[in-house]
Nanobody, 128 residues
Framework: QVQLVESGGGLVQAGGSLRLSCVAS????????TGWFRQAPGKERELVAA??????YYAESVKGRFTISRDNAKNTVFLQMNSLKPEDTAVYYC???????????????????????WGQGTQVTVSS
């Protein structure tokens, strides 16, 4: 059984940084798509960043500020968030694809149904 546990969220001032972690048990990350999504109140859950083998994908709104990375030895995926803005406030979720598939199109990383396993979420609040 796959379990994902996120951590690292919190309250930070605009311009600050946070590093989110997602630790997986029951499944290795190294050969599957892993995404960080976020959901703000009243909004749809959206992809922030994804990583699949050596490739990374970012939403336009976070390019240049967020970095997704992976430590295969620790079975952990990270999301380094710099230059945070109030509009980054949301619950952040880690998600993992249960199939070892490499998708050539960004569409598949953005699609929530691509991912079979989800964490419980961690709150990120950015104050102005």
């Amino acid at each position: 059984q796959v379990q994902l546990v996120e951590s690292g969220g919190g309250l930070v001032q605009a311009g600050g940084s946070l590093r989110l972690s997602c630790v997986a048990s029951g499944r290795t990350f190294s050969d599957v798509a892993t995404g960080w999504f976020r959901q703000a109140p009243g909004k749809e859950r959206e992809l922030v960043a994804a990583i699949n083998r050596g490739s990374t994908y970012y939403a336009e709104s976070v390019k240049g500020r967020f970095t997704i990375s992976r430590d295969n030895a620790k079975n952990t995926v990270f999301l380094q968030m710099n230059s945070l803005k109030p509009e980054d406030t949301a619950v952040y979720y880690c998600a993992v694809d249960g199939q070892s598939t490499y998708y050539a199109s960004t569409y598949y990383y953005q699609r929530r149904s691509t991912y079979d396993y989800w964490g419980q979420g961690t709150q990120v609040t950015v104050s102005s």
